[in-house]
């Protein structure tokens, strides 16, 4: 081993961090020098963010409360009070392994007890607020969980959630109720923390419920690299950097928190910040980016396409980045944001399974309508639907497992069924279509079960919906397939119409007239039912209810004259 190279796994890390760190707007050297660390023991918490840490009084989180009541926290403080909660959470019988479902909003002690379950080797099951009682049964049943750490304000949620778990309340004053435990005992605990044993990387750290838009949500197993290493991948997307203050816009709960609200920005030693409010306000919003100094900010296509409402030259001090993901974002919310702005929205794409596979990175040329390229340490490739070769101009975008990235899942957890399926042929395969170019940029088409065909020709409802929502009347759209006697299937569009339109023929006629201009003939859409689409909790359309709704019972709809 020469002097040069990393004796430590936090020097590993931190080695390969910087080599991102080093290339961060020049993507061919970043993809060359960049490669994973891969180390047999690694546990985030202790080798990384408390030797970030230690003696350091930079803001780590900084959160603003709708009533604008604000609280900052130092890197060191918040390795003293998740060195607390580990301690407290030790002597109530959490240990190595053992599943733990989070259920906080975003608040302090979430971060505390993320960390401290990181530092004790327990297993994290994030779970958003939202959830009811048959969605925590499930968690609880399946996830085999053995403790929970709720709101207090969701303690009644349990009542009929049996099982012999540890209870922990945060909030209600310390007086969580009969048979739970009170969170804010921890706060008595040392600030020392002794784990006691080494953490293997490959040990499970995450089971995450995914949102479940077409089926029963799959269990995606995580382990102590495959999350906080493989966000190094998202880092880099994303553009952070030491000292930035970066806001991500998502639900506690839901895997896109962990990519944006802790694992990235703490990789890169940046500053989370959190403003918490109970509904929408893009000029709210806007002010509360202008007062933290937000320099990086990420957001999902809903809440973009909200944004744009607002008057967006309000913002003088816009920040250096900003980024999608979730869902594509489409073509005319980018554009309306670079006007306004100078910046570019950076789409980038990954899943609940992996940390983000491709993306636009700072400084790149842009192009149209694609997600970017595959990000370092990721060989993304698509494989042909028919032959299955790889290397297609269009098909299912796969990752080649014979390179394998870190930021990959385990797998399907307790399902070896579907874990096969989906790293078959030695490719992960994302169940999503793309098309590929010459320059190695990928384009979103659509979720393999999405696409349909039309008079034998293949639609892809995300240029259906980009095309509707240029107009002015749609605040959101979803395209389905709807069945015809003449084509077997013609594109139906389910239309959230934007405030001052009104629902009816003419309006729908309106559309049509915008559909015939703007696509294809055998693109067009021709029929459309306005109507509120259905969601998972994390936001995404359930498009596999709509094709139901489509195929035996439409509402009032409306269809273009032939």
């Known amino acids: 081993m020469t002097a040069t190279e990393p004796t430590s796994p936090t020097e590993a890390f931190r080695a390969a961090r910087d080599t991102l760190l080093r290339h961060r707007t020049d993507y061919d050297a970043a993809r060359a020098a960049f490669s994973w660390p891969r180390p047999e023991h690694f546990n985030w918490a202790l080798d990384w963010f408390d030797s970030v840490a230690e003696d350091n009084d930079r803001t780590a989180l900084h959160i603003v409360e709708e009533d604008g009541s604000a609280a900052r926290y130092s890197f060191a403080r918040m390795r003293a009070r998740s060195a607390q909660a580990a301690n407290w959470l030790r002597a109530q019988g959490v240990g190595p392994g053992d599943r733990v479902i989070v259920m906080l909003g975003n608040q302090v002690e979430l971060w505390e007890t993320l960390l401290a379950c990181m530092k004790l080797r327990a297993v994290v099951i994030p779970a958003t607020p939202l959830l009811g009682p048959a969605d925590l049964a499930d968690r609880i049943e399946r996830g085999e969980a053995r403790h929970v750490v709720v709101r207090a304000q969701d303690t009644a949620k349990f009542e009929t959630v049996e099982g012999g778990y540890t209870r922990i309340a945060v909030g209600g004053g310390g007086s969580p109720g009969e048979g739970w435990l009170a969170y804010e005992d921890a706060y008595g605990a040392s600030e020392s923390f002794e784990p006691d044993g080494p953490t293997r990387a490959q040990d499970t750290l995450l089971l995450y419920f995914t949102s479940g838009t077409t089926a029963r949500p799959k269990l995606v197993e995580h382990t102590h690299v495959?999350?906080?290493?493989?966000?190094?991948?998202?880092?880099?997307?994303?553009?952070?950097?030491?000292?930035?203050?970066?806001?991500?816009?998502?639900?506690?709960?839901?895997?896109?928190?962990?990519?944006?609200?802790?694992?990235?920005?703490?990789?890169?030693?940046?500053?989370?910040?959190?403003?918490?409010?109970?509904?929408?306000?893009?000029?709210?919003?806007?002010?509360?980016?202008?007062?933290?100094?937000?320099?990086?900010?990420?957001?999902?296509?809903?809440?973009?396409?909200?944004?744009?409402?607002?008057?967006?030259?309000?913002?003088?001090?816009?920040?250096?980045?900003?980024?999608?993901?979730?869902?594509?974002?489409?073509?005319?919310?980018?554009?309306?944001v670079r006007r306004a702005w100078d910046r570019p929205i950076r789409d980038g794409f990954g899943q609940t399974e992996t940390a983000v596979q491709v993306a636009n990175s700072p400084g790149q040329p842009l192009k149209p309508g694609s997600m970017g390229r595959a990000m370092p340490g990721f060989e993304v490739t698509l494989l042909d639907p028919v032959t299955g070769e790889a290397g297609a101009d269009e098909g299912e975008i796969c990752l080649d497992l014979s390179a394998r990235p870190v930021g990959l899942m385990t797998g399907y957890h307790g399902d070896v069924e579907r874990t096969g399926e989906a790293m078959a042929g030695g490719y992960y395969r994302t169940g999503d279509i793309g098309s590929c170019d010459e320059d190695g940029y990928i384009t979103y088409i659509g979720r393999s079960d999405d696409v349909f065909k039309a008079s034998d020709y293949k639609i892809s409802p995300f240029e259906l919906e980009s095309a509707l929502l240029e107009h002015e009347a749609?605040?959101?759209?979803?395209?389905?397939?709807?069945?015809?006697?003449?084509?077997?299937?013609?594109?139906?569009?389910?239309?959230?119409?934007?405030?001052?339109?009104?629902?009816?023929?003419?309006?729908?006629?309106?559309?049509?007239?915008?559909?015939?201009?703007?696509?294809?003939?055998?693109?067009?859409?021709?029929?459309?039912?306005?109507?509120?689409?259905?969601?998972?909790?994390?936001?995404?359309?359930?498009?596999?209810?709509?094709?139901?709704?489509?195929?035996?019972?439409?509402?009032?709809?409306?269809?273009?004259?032939?």
């Open 226 to 336: 495959s999350y906080p290493v493989g966000h190094l991948a998202t880092m880099y997307w994303i553009g952070l950097q030491p000292g930035d203050v970066h806001l991500n816009i998502s639900s506690p709960g839901w895997a896109k928190h962990a990519w944006s609200n802790v694992f990235a920005p703490w990789n890169a030693e940046a500053t989370i910040f959190i403003y918490n409010y109970t509904r929408f306000d893009a000029d709210r919003l806007l002010a509360e980016i202008e007062k933290a100094g937000v320099t990086s900010f990420c957001a999902p296509p809903t809440v973009w396409r909200m944004l744009i409402q607002a008057d967006l030259s309000k913002l003088t001090a816009v920040p250096r980045e900003v980024v999608a993901a979730g869902e594509p974002l489409n073509p005319e919310v980018i554009e309306h």
């Open 474 to 562: 749609v605040a959101e759209a979803a395209v389905v397939p709807s069945p015809d006697e003449l084509r077997l299937a013609v594109p139906k569009a389910y239309v959230v119409l934007a405030e001052g339109w009104r629902p009816g023929a003419e309006t729908a006629n309106v559309l049509f007239a915008h559909s015939r201009e703007t696509l294809a003939p055998y693109k067009r859409v021709r029929v459309i039912e306005f109507a509120e689409l259905p969601k998972t909790i994390s936001g995404k359309i359930r498009r596999v209810e709509l094709r139901a709704h489509a195929a035996q019972e439409p509402g009032e709809e409306f269809r273009e004259e032939r």
